[in-house]
């Protein structure tokens, strides 16, 4: 590989790393919210959830443009106040990664909440547990196939982002620049096929042994709490 190359795998990482840590608690609490919540305006927070999954990629990185950009109404105050910008940093790549990638988490953990015996926190409920005690020593260990197949693909999904990534991060070498959009570059250099070959098979090859490791992790996890 060349530096170029390892690059670019190393934005990749740190991007998806950053991304699914940052927003994997809230892929949670979200879930949470939808699978046990009863509460007005829950249909539209699960349409709100899901909308990155049916708009254009290019559509939702223009989006944290507009919301997060240094002219934004959010972009402007964090600015303003915190002197803290998103847009074309590497932080920002995690964002836009992080946000189309969200609804896979949030799925993926929800469908794992419904399947736990609600009878089960209601039984601990009963012997005085409260809602954090039984968050985190009923729930969320039985949950745990989903939230870790929620950490693992939502970390392949945001490796695999680029139409978000480009136009709310950019595509600079070295700070932004993931996989496919090294790919993209590549793919407009004359003779480099070669190098566009090796990173797509990094790419594939990242993607398929985090789709497995999910798959693996997902089923000790089922075994540990007995499901």
């Given at each position: ?75 402007a105050l964090l600015d303003r106040t915190l002197h803290i910008r998103l847009p074309f940093t590497s932080a920002g790549a995690s964002l836009a990664a992080g946000v189309m990638a969200f609804p896979l988490m949030v799925r993926a ?30 729930t969320l260990p039985l949950a745990a196939p989903g939230v870790i197949a929620a950490a693992i693909v939502g970390f392949a999904a945001c490796l695999g982002e680029f139409g978000a990534v480009i136009t709310f991060a950019a595509n ?56």
């Amino acid at each position: 590989m060349t530096p170029d190359e390892t690059s670019a795998l190393i934005v990749s990482l740190i991007v998806s790393l950053r991304a699914v840590i940052v927003a994997l608690p809230l892929a949670i609490a979200v879930a949470w919210l939808l699978a046990r919540g009863r509460f007005v305006g829950r249909t539209a927070l699960d349409l709100l959830v899901h909308t990155p999954l049916v708009l254009p990629p290019v559509l939702v990185g223009y989006g944290l443009l507009v919301l997060l950009g240094v002219h934004g109404p959010v972009g402007a105050l964090l600015d303003r106040t915190l002197h803290i910008r998103l847009p074309f940093t590497s932080a920002g790549a995690s964002l836009a990664a992080g946000v189309m990638a969200f609804p896979l988490m949030v799925r993926a953990v929800r469908l794992s909440l419904e399947a736990v015996d609600p009878a089960l926190e209601i039984a601990a409920r009963s012997l005085g547990a409260g809602w954090a005690d039984r968050m985190l020593s009923v729930t969320l260990p039985l949950a745990a196939p989903g939230v870790i197949a929620a950490a693992i693909v939502g970390f392949a999904a945001c490796l695999g982002e680029f139409g978000a990534v480009i136009t709310f991060a950019a595509n600079v070498p070295g700070v932004t620049q993931t996989l496919p959009m090294a790919i993209y570059s590549t793919l407009q250099t004359p003779g480099a096929e070669a190098s566009a070959g090796r990173l797509a098979a990094i790419s594939f090859t990242l993607a398929i042994v985090a789709l497995g490791l999910s798959e693996w992790l997902a089923r000790k996890a089922r075994a540990w709490s007995g499901r």
